[in-house]
């Protein structure tokens, strides 16, 4: 096994444990929350939606438009746009004080219709700027089954049939998880960090800023009166599906060395930036409760 091979396996290894984690400290009536109130005010799973798949998208055109960015720095970005969460997200929403039915909840609804999304946004986006672009829902789908719904729908049985066991697997599951991951993102970083450092300097890194900004301002705005539902949705909209973003953008410029580094060094930003969203939020919670 080479490196590169056993690298994937590093990372495919650790979004199962993280993932099956979470699924263990989950419900069925969490994970199915959100599609059962999306037909009820305040209509949650419609905000989601216009915050990821409206709003963030029409961002990365713009930026594309406005800074003139280089083609595949462009793709890389409207990759990442269309791209729904992130399988590990939910961990950091429920930190915030998030409801499980909303977190788990979104993170399903989103993952089913980005199936049927993410192929009509690709193919709108290809026709938007006159060239062939496509991503069939079949690879949306085995990327999504493979990262989301299998590992997550694992965790979710096991926590039915054997709830106490499966209230001790999560920690250690989760624990074995992030240090897989940490491995790897070092390992990706050596490798791609001479690119990545190459965008930092120019438009590349303003727009990943913006774009990033934006995005976690709309899902805080469009997420409702309720605060923990507001740092939700920010998170949602901001954090995206980098092997997904990633499978996207190779389908449409194969064989361009700076997608990976754009779409890895977008990841970054959005760590940065909602671990920064996450501490004033936790700031005016804790401001709240002494008052």
Not at 95 to 123: D, R, T, Y
Not at 163 to 192: D, F, H, Q, Y
Not at 195 to 207: E, N, P
Request: positive net charge; contains cysteine.
């Amino acid at each position: 096994m080479d490196g590169p091979q056993l690298l994937k396996l590093l990372v495919t290894a650790s979004i199962l444990l993280l993932v099956f984690a979470l699924g263990a400290r989950a419900t069925f009536a969490d994970a199915t929350c959100v599609v059962r109130e999306s037909v009820r005010p305040p209509y949650w799973l419609l905000r989601a939606l216009v915050a990821m798949y409206v709003v963030v998208p029409a961002t990365a055109v713009g930026l594309g438009i406005v800074l003139d960015l280089e083609r595949p720095i462009r793709v890389g970005l409207l990759a990442l746009a269309v791209a729904p969460i992130p399988p590990i997200l939910p961990r950091r929403q429920l930190e915030l004080g998030g409801s499980a039915g909303h977190v788990f909840g979104l993170l399903v609804a989103v993952s089913l219709c980005a199936i049927v999304q993410v192929p009509v946004m690709v193919e709108v986006l290809g026709r938007l700027f006159g060239r062939e672009a496509s991503f069939g829902p079949g690879r949306v789908a085995a990327v999504i089954g493979m990262t989301i719904l299998i590992p997550l729908t694992a965790g979710l049985v096991v926590r039915w049939l054997t709830p106490r066991w499966a209230s001790r697997a999560a920690p250690w599951a989760s624990r074995l998880g992030t240090v897989l991951l940490a491995i790897a993102v070092i390992a990706i970083l050596v490798k791609a960090g001479p690119m990545m450092i190459s965008l930092v300097r120019g438009d590349t890194m303003f727009a990943i800023v913006a774009m990033t900004a934006i995005a976690i301002g709309a899902g805080h705005w469009i997420g409702g009166p309720n605060p923990s539902d507001r740092a939700i949705l920010a998170f949602a909209s901001a954090m995206r599906h980098p092997a997904l973003a990633l499978a996207v953008a190779t389908a449409n410029v194969p064989q361009e060395p700076r997608l990976f580094a754009v779409i890895l060094l977008y990841v970054l930003v959005s760590l940065v930036m909602t671990t920064l969203y996450a501490a004033t939020i936790r700031r005016q919670q804790h401001l709240r409760a002494a008052a």
